[in-house]
């Protein structure tokens, strides 16, 4: 699962990407409205957690460009103001669920699976294919008894196959999905991380594969 998170308090920022990181989701962070906007705007997320109060545009006004442009992707409001006026504002400029701070980081999450499953975004936290499962709240590949965890880039990359099944991923679409636009990783990490998920399927005992199509990118089989 991969959410965006619009948050100008550096620290709760912080606090809540590590939260979320830690929940198996991947989490793109920005500290303004702008960044906010042009990040929902271009990438492929499951659920936004958007600040009211941010500077260059206020969460209010990001979501409703957001959603003239026919962004569908949920969204969680969050404010320190609470009146009604205030969220049915939020609700009305198209958001999906409105959390006023303080709150419990546990709250938060739930709140968003449970937005995810009523926008139909929700995703299984256990994932199966052929041999294998994934347990995504753990990071933790298993076969017929046998386990192995996986690292968090190794995880994400596993993630990507189970839930597409069949479908090739070059390595600049892993790069993209997995290390995001702004990182100084090098293309070889994708190679390194697929290596070591080769070496585990093999140490629990799957059939399962990861199969390079020369030219085109890399398959679960």
Known sequence: MRILIAEDELDLAEAL????EKNQFTVD???DGMSAYEYASMGEYDAIILDVMM??????EVLKHLRDE?????VMMLTAKAQKDDRVEGFDAGADDYLPKPFAPDELISRVR???RRSGGYKPTVLSFKDITLD?????LECKGKSAHLSKKEFQIMELFMRSPGIVFSADKIMERVWEWDSDAEINVVWVNISNIRKKLY??????EIRANRGL?????
Do not use: E, R
């Not at 026919?70 to 949920?74: E, L």
């Not at 995504?136 to 933790?140: G, I, T, V, Y």
């Not at 140490?203 to 399962?208: E, K, L, M, P, R």
């Open 17 to 20: 990407t590590v939260f979320f």
């Open 29 to 31: 962070t920005v500290n």
């Open 136 to 140: 995504c709240s753990a990071a933790l």
């Open 203 to 208: 140490y629990i005992g799957s059939q399962v």
């Open 114 to 116: 449970a937005m995810l």
């Open 217 to 221: 990118g890399y398959i679960l089989d």
């Open 55 to 60: 500077p260059k545009m206020n969460g209010i």
């Open 70 to 74: 026919n962004v569908s992707t949920p």
